[in-house]
């Protein structure tokens, strides 16, 4: 079988091509996501979607310099991976994943960049770290609870990228009452912030805060490593990826059951 065929994204392509599997161009989702990589093309952003024969999306890949990375990461010099992933189990473990990662790979040597760095984690939204070392990656730094910050190196000599700091005291700026900070890097944070604001004030009586990242340099300085979505409660941090309603009741139920035998 033929290799599916890999597009880039480009300006005139932002509107004839599904974006992170939504194929609806009136969806939030869609119209966020579209408005973020028109903006992020022009600051050396590529994003890459795997076709199938039928013309489906069925894999994804973005990336970009990674002084314009959106996560909490200096990856100064890097080429960095924001996400990839492949669908349907037809596509999966054929090497649709490591042909992304490659062609990710070789733009980085044409840039002359230092390598290619990513982060990994096995928890939802970011792909686990065997992507990567099958590829040729070596883990450089590691974050709580389980975030590693893999690199191709193209140079032994180039220094290492690191994570950014996010202290637990940086979760305190945020202050009292529920704060759901998302991004529009992922087109799916939008819904996810959307649903568990609605569950908070009919069922817990909180009015959230949502904080919508407006740079890297914001996203830079989140609270986490995945920096594009987290939700924080009088300073806690409830959980640092998207999560949906039925979650967020869960971990809101059994916080106030703790506190209630605290008593």
């Not at 969806?27 to 579209?34: L, T, Y």
């Not at 959230?208 to 609270?223: G, L, T």
């Not at 640092?240 to 209630?260: G, L, V, W």
Request: glycine fraction near 6%; proline fraction near 6%.
């Amino acid at each position: 079988m033929d290799p599916l065929p890999i597009v880039e994204i480009t300006p005139a392509l932002l509107d004839e091509i599904p974006c992170c599997g939504i194929k609806n161009k009136e969806h939030e989702g869609f119209r966020c996501k579209r408005a973020w990589l028109a903006d992020q093309l022009q600051a050396g952003l590529h994003a890459r979607i795997l076709m199938t024969e039928e013309g489906r999306q069925c894999g994804y890949i973005e990336y970009l310099p990674g002084n314009n990375a959106w996560r909490a990461v200096d990856t100064a010099g890097y080429m960095f991976i924001h996400c990839i992933w492949t669908f349907y189990r037809k596509y999966q473990h054929r090497g649709n994943g490591v042909r992304l990662v490659q062609s990710c790979i070789e733009d980085a040597k044409k840039s002359k960049m230092n390598g290619v760095a990513v982060i990994a984690r096995r928890k939802p939204w970011l792909a686990s770290s065997d992507l990567f070392l099958k590829c040729g990656f070596q883990r450089v730094d590691t974050a709580p609870p389980d975030y590693e910050l893999l690199v191709v190196k193209f140079k032994k000599r180039s220094p290492n990228p690191h994570f950014l700091p996010t202290p637990a005291e940086k979760l305190k700026e945020y202050g009292q009452g529920l704060t759901i900070i998302r991004a529009d890097q992922c087109a799916h944070s939008v819904r996810f912030a959307r649903e568990v604001s609605e569950v908070a004030r009919r069922e817990f009586h909180l009015e959230p805060k949502i904080i919508v990242q407006q740079s890297c340099r914001e996203a830079q300085n989140a609270p986490t490593p995945y920096a594009v979505f987290s939700i924080i409660l009088d300073g806690e941090l409830l959980c640092d990826h998207q999560i949906s309603k039925t979650r967020f009741r869960n971990i809101m139920n059994k916080r106030q059951e703790a506190r209630s035998e605290a008593l």
